[in-house]
């Protein structure tokens, strides 16, 4: 089994930034590619980022590319996701998430999620962006 532990969420004003934080542990050789993913009231989780298990491949949803970051640090075990020039439409509770199969192209995550989608997830950490 494989643990994710989110922190780093918060009240920030539109135009601040956050930065998440993803802890894993147990079994995270078991561990291929991570994401982000967030879920706003009264909608449906949504894809946000991923990246490849070296950190070379990434992929973002389009409302946050340009402004959001994921990056990976194997030797501690931790994702994370750099927010910039946020928005109150990024309102949401951000759940980290891990997946124990191997995608050949990083897109895979969240266009062909019943085959490449991820596995274990974490309990989630609020973002609030106040207008």
């Known amino acids: 089994q494989v643990q994710l532990v989110e922190s780093g969420g918060g009240l920030v004003q539109a135009g601040g930034s956050l930065r998440l934080s993803c802890v894993t542990s147990?079994?995270?050789?078991?561990?291929?590619?991570m994401g982000w993913f967030r879920q706003a009231p009264e909608k449906e989780r949504e894809f946000v980022a991923a990246i490849s298990w070296l950190g070379v491949s990434t992929d973002y949803v389009d409302s946050v590319k340009g402004r959001f970051t994921i990056f990976r640090d194997n030797n501690k075990n931790t994702l994370y996701l750099q927010m910039n020039s946020l928005k109150p439409e990024d309102t949401a509770v951000y759940y980290c998430?891990?997946?124990?199969?191997?995608?050949?192209?990083?897109?895979?995550?969240?266009?062909?999620?019943?085959?490449?989608?991820?596995?274990?997830w974490g309990k989630g950490t609020l973002v609030t962006v106040s207008s």
């Open positions: 147990g079994r995270t050789d078991d561990i291929y590619s």
């Open positions: 998430a891990a997946s124990s199969t191997y995608a050949p192209d990083i897109t895979l995550i969240h266009t062909s999620p019943k085959t490449y989608g991820m596995d274990y």
